[in-house]
């Protein structure tokens, strides 16, 4: 099968699209009010970032909480010079007070209002 040239650059493009993407293993519970994510597979500050956006909106959902960080383990790739790593472990505690966490209790309020037929 023979690809055009456009087409290698298109299936190309996709890869390095996908590769750049920050991957995450979600929130995971980890016990006694305690949940933990990792995101790799991005600069430092796009996992970082990333983790805490997914550890927000997991809060502001789950019990309309803030978060409240335990621990940060954010370090480099040791597979690669330029990406990284961060494992968070969080509770959902005290008033959203981030951005984000707002922003998503807005979207929560206007889709219960949606819901509702208001």
Known sequence: ??????KKIAVL????????C???????PKGDGLYTINVSRGDMAKVKLRAY??????CAEKSANGVE??????????????????????????AVSSEY???????????EKKASGQ
């Open 69 to 94: 960080v335990v621990k940060e383990n954010l370090r480099p790739d040791p597979a690669t010079a330029t990406m990284g790593i961060i494992d968070l472990d969080f509770k959902c505690k005290g």
């Open 53 to 58: 956006q997914h550890a927000e909106k997991f």
């Open 1 to 6: 099968m023979k690809l055009s040239n456009a």
């Open 13 to 20: 493009s996709a890869g390095l699209f996908l590769a750049a």
């Open 22 to 28: 920050a991957t995450t293993t979600g929130v995971l």
């Open 101 to 111: 966490g707002q922003k998503v209790m807005k979207e929560m309020k206007k889709d």
